[in-house]
């Protein structure tokens, strides 16, 4: 099994149930992940888009829906030729509650060396994931322009 790439640990004060809502739920995702929508039913082998702007950036394939311990996806960019090019990578979201707090452990891998994809999520998964936090814990977003996030053509 490869090693993972990019790993990302935050604790969030929810419950299990509100976090999985909040990763499958375009109502959600589109307030704390750019304005994406994630289009699936979430069941096993169906498919992923990631729809910004009424574009699919990204699509995979659930690979894993344990509600509300463990998501998995494949996640292959669609936008950027280089990128494009690029095999699909694995996205693994595990839940794992600790009396008020939800622990969050986001990896994504499979990424072949020097991926460009790899470079932009690891500045993306961040800014994305702190948006979640707030959004569950505070009910609103501090917003991060995404020219902070430095990942070119993403303005």
Not at 47 to 60: S, Y
């Amino acid at each position: 099994m490869p090693k993972p790439e990019f790993v990302y640990v935050t604790y969030i004060e929810t419950t299990p149930e509100k976090l999985w809502d909040a990763l499958t739920k375009s109502e959600f995702t589109q307030q704390y992940w750019f304005g994406t929508e994630l289009k699936s039913d979430w069941k096993v082998g169906s498919p992923l888009a990631l729809v910004m702007d009424g574009k699919t950036t990204d699509t995979g394939e659930i690979l894993v829906a344990d509600r509300p311990r463990r998501l998995a996806y494949t996640f292959k960019h669609e936008l950027d030729e280089e990128m494009r090019k690029e095999p699909a990578t694995k996205v693994v979201f595990t839940l794992e509650p600790f009396d008020k707090v939800v622990k969050l452990t986001v990896t994504h891998e499979g990424f072949g060396a020097g991926s460009k994809l790899f470079d932009g999520i690891s500045k993306g998964w961040p800014a994305i994931l702190s948006g979640l936090k707030s959004l569950l814990e505070r009910g609103k977003l501090s917003p991060i322009p995404p020219r902070a996030l430095g990942i070119e053509g993403f303005e």
